[in-house]
């Protein structure tokens, strides 16, 4: 029987993009690390669903990113008893509210931020397993982060902040074999609902993007795909980058 690949931990895995990234990880020979905040029936249903490499198995770990001690402790348990993780991809992210940035109050900034302040201590904890194996670390931001829209000042900076860091990680880094990199989606079709069918600020956006666009709506199997791609073999020169999928808008 065929080795397993590298064992990848997903953060945000029940998600509706990560769920897809832990199909394709695992459909090509990944042992996954199903990561979700609280929801573990989801992620244990998910572990559950995913097509087991030979001679391996997926997991499921549980943690908020935002508090780092509990973070370190999933991780130490998660590598005791399942062994270290080779490659970490984040597509964890709570819902950011559209609001101006007059209208900012601190409830407002913490919410803003709390995806950027749980990549931290995600990619601390993991940090010396990846050393070990020269290993990748991919996390998905947003074209917001540099497409500017009114109302989603507070929603793109959070996620420009994650994707700095992500970038500088992998300057650091670079020297122990470690690679970073960001997939950037627009608007992604999911087939569910979504905040530009609840949100006003949100629609309008995606009024604007249908202008720019000359693609079809990239998909979470094209996320997926390119995510594989980072991990694998054939992007061992690719690190510090940020690869956007926006059907072809410029943002």
């Known amino acids: 029987a065929a080795l397993p690949g590298r064992r990848v931990l997903v953060a945000g895995a029940t998600g509706a993009i ?4 832990a199909h394709e990880l695992a459909a090509h020979g990944h042992p996954v690390a199903v990561h979700c905040r609280s929801r573990r029936d989801a992620a244990e249903r998910l572990a559950a669903s995913l097509p087991a490499p030979a001679g391996a198995t997926h997991a499921v770990v549980e943690a908020d990113l935002v508090d780092a001690a509990e973070v370190d402790a999933a991780l130490a348990l998660l590598a005791a008893e399942w062994g270290d993780v080779d490659d970490l991809v ?9 609001a101006t940035v007059a209208d900012a109050d601190d409830a407002a900034l913490d919410a803003a931020f709390a995806g950027a302040r749980g990549h931290v201590p995600l990619c601390r904890a993991a ?5 070990r194996a020269r290993g990748a670390v991919v996390f998905i931001g947003g074209a917001l982060s540099t497409r500017l829209h009114p109302g989603l000042g507070l929603f793109g900076a959070g996620k420009a902040a994650a994707t700095a860091l992500t970038h500088v990680r992998a300057l650091e880094e670079g020297a122990h074999g470690v690679r970073a990199n960001v997939v950037s989606p627009g608007r992604v079709a999911t087939g569910d609902g979504d ?31 390119t995510v594989r791609w980072l991990l694998g073999p054939d992007a061992t020169a690719v690190s510090g980058q940020t690869i956007s999928l926006a059907g072809g808008e410029r943002v």
């Open 18 to 21: 990560g769920t897809v990234i």
């Open 90 to 98: 984040n597509a964890a992210w709570p819902a950011v509210p559209s």
């Open 127 to 131: 940090l010396p397993a990846l050393r």
């Open 195 to 225: 905040l530009a069918e609840s949100d006003p600020t949100f629609a309008a956006l995606d009024e604007i993007g249908a202008l720019r666009r000359v693609l079809p709506l990239p998909t979470p199997q094209d996320i997926a795909r």
